[in-house]
């Protein structure tokens, strides 16, 4: 069992920064493909960013060069850190560990920017 918990998220103005932090706890987490997915009313849940056990990351193209996601496996943390933020960012902000059949989520953070 993975239990997720985001933080960090808030209300920032276009053009600001925030970092996003997920703390993990459970069983062999380093294996785990980790990632970062958004959500608004009436959407699907989309990818944001993922990392890999080996460390390969991947980007939702809507946020390339703007976010970067890192990992803490010594600590079983998550990161991600946005800058540039711009009011199509927000959203609610969720944590997820993933490692073939097991899928665990976090509740979410909400991220909002606006001026």
């Known amino acids: 069992q993975v239990q997720l918990v985001e933080s960090g998220g808030g209300l920032v103005q276009p053009g600001g920064s925030l970092r996003l932090s997920c703390a993990a706890s459970g069983s062999n987490l380093r294996l785990y493909t980790m990632g970062w997915y958004r959500q608004t009313p009436g959407k699907q849940r989309e990818l944001v960013a993922t990392?890999?056990?080996?460390?390969?990351?991947n980007y939702a193209d809507s946020v390339k060069g703007r976010f970067t996601i890192s990992r803490d496996n010594a600590k079983n943390t998550l990161y991600l850190q946005m800058n540039s933020l711009k009011p199509e960012d927000t959203a609610i902000y969720y944590c997820?560990?993933?490692?073939?059949?097991?899928?665990?989520w976090g509740q979410g953070t909400q991220v909002t920017v606006s001026s």
């Open positions: 990392a890999t056990s080996d460390g390969s990351t």
């Open positions: 997820n560990a993933r490692m073939w059949p097991l899928d665990y």
